[in-house]
């Protein structure tokens, strides 16, 4: 059977999740809510076997990003039947390479038909049964039915075809939430917090452009949405991240006080990098940069901001 085929009942027992971190247990919860058994893999458990991939046709993963590769490779060396579904949930940049999750399964597993689910989720407030709505990313087709596993009353789920641009508003989001809680955290105000989103929306559309993504996708749900959401609540790791090193909190205790992982720490590393290697201008990302590496306090950075020379506002790419 291939993806495209399944009907939703079909799909019964036949769910793989990777990962049950705060996000993975937010998902398995909307699946069994619909009514979904799902069988589970997390680190502690050991190299996946043929027998845990055995008879699954959908693969969810939620690993964090430094995790992606390895589970990927044993996911290869077991010859995943062509035609599964994988639907990534990772917002994070490799490392060594700059690349996505979809980017390295995609790699990886060119046999698999490969989509994002994104958008705004704080995941405590969707296990609250909360309204929330995300959006998958995607081959409309193989989108639409992975749409069909989680959209209920109270999550609506949309698609859309630029699986590119839903990636990586959800991956460059992260760096704007650590700005806006160092921001809160130092108790400049909702002027200066809307600033930094706005501006931070810019920058996102500027990095997403040049990495392949739709200038369109930036302003949906994975893009200003995630952004919003993050960026404006204390529920959001990376915020917290922010506020914390505005209180003067060392970045690895920061760490240590957010239960789950922080994308935006090393997403704004890796784009930090890369941006001064690609002549790419991303000004918040490097204020948040200097802080992480402790060059420069929270107050410095956002001084420097401020201090920038004064321009024309453009809202294009």
Not at 81 to 89: E, K, Q, T
Not at 90 to 114: S, V, Y
Not at 259 to 278: K, M
Request: glycine share 10%; aromatic share 4%.
């Amino acid at each position: 059977m291939v993806a495209a085929d399944w009907p939703v009942h079909s799909v019964q027992d036949k769910i793989l999740l990777l990962g049950l971190g705060a996000w993975g247990k937010t998902i398995l919860s909307v699946l069994n809510r619909q009514g979904f058994s799902v069988r589970i893999w997390q680190r502690h458990q050991g190299p996946l076997t043929p027998g845990q991939l055995e008879p699954i046709q959908i693969i969810i993963s939620t690993l964090p990003i430094q995790g992606v590769r390895g589970i990927a490779q044993q996911v290869q060396a077991l010859n995943l039947p062509p035609g599964r579904v994988l639907i990534s949930a990772t917002k994070g940049l490799e490392p060594q390479t700059a690349a996505t999750a979809t980017q390295i399964w995609t790699e990886l597993l060119p046999q698999a038909q490969i989509v994002v689910l994104s958008g705004p989720n704080l995941a405590a407030e969707i296990n609250q049964g909360l309204p929330a709505a995300a959006v998958i990313g995607g081959d409309l087709e193989i989108a639409a039915q992975a749409q069909s596993l989680f959209a209920m009353p109270t999550f609506r789920v949309y698609t859309n075809p630029d699986r590119r641009g839903v990636e990586l508003g959800g991956v460059l989001k992260n760096v704007m939430a650590i700005a806006c809680g160092v921001n809160d955290g130092l108790g400049l105000g909702v002027n200066a917090r809307s600033a930094l989103i706005t501006r931070g929306l810019l920058e996102m559309v500027r990095v997403g452009t040049h990495w392949g993504g739709d200038i369109q996708t930036f302003y949906g749900l994975s893009g200003l949405g995630d952004l919003l959401a993050t960026c404006t609540s204390p529920l959001s790791r990376n915020y917290q991240v922010g506020w914390h090193l505005a209180q003067g909190t060392a970045l690895k205790d920061a760490l240590e006080r957010v239960i789950g992982t922080a994308e935006g720490v090393n997403t704004a590393l890796v784009l930090s990098d890369y941006a001064q290697a690609h002549d790419l201008d991303v000004p918040i990302t490097q204020a948040v940069t200097t802080v992480l590496r402790d060059e420069v306090t929270p107050q410095q950075a956002l001084t420097q901001l401020l201090e920038r020379p004064f321009k024309v506002e453009t809202l294009d790419h």
